[in-house]
């Protein structure tokens, strides 16, 4: 079993910065990858993110550029730095943990951009 906590959203002004974080525990070995997504009021759930265990990224095409996902394997935490932030980035920001049988989901975290 996996659980994850994000935290760092917040209210920011477009073309600003936040860097959202997220730490895994329990059976950590287990998590092939970690996915960063988001979900604005009456739309989908996207992908903007993914890290995977041997370290390599994939963006959404709206974040590329502006996004960089990282992580810190001695804290079991994930970042999502967001530079360059618009009001379309608005939305909960979710970590997701994909293992062999099971995806878990963090609480979600708010981001606001606006003026």
């Known amino acids: 079993q996996v659980q994850l906590v994000e935290s760092g959203g917040g209210l920011v002004q477009p073309g600003g910065s936040l860097r959202l974080s997220c730490v895994a525990s329990?059976?950590?070995?287990?998590?092939?990858?970690i996915s960063w997504y988001h979900q604005a009021p009456g739309k989908q759930r996207e992908l903007v993110a993914t890290i995977t265990s041997g370290s390599r990224t994939d963006y959404a095409d709206s974040v590329k550029g502006r996004f960089t996902i990282s992580r810190d394997n001695a804290e079991n935490t994930v970042y999502l730095q967001m530079n360059n932030l618009k009001p379309e980035d608005t939305a909960v920001y979710y970590c997701n943990a994909a293992t062999r049988y099971e995806n878990y989901w963090g609480q979600g975290t708010q981001v606001t951009v606006s003026s």
């Open positions: 329990g059976s950590i070995v287990s998590i092939y990858d």
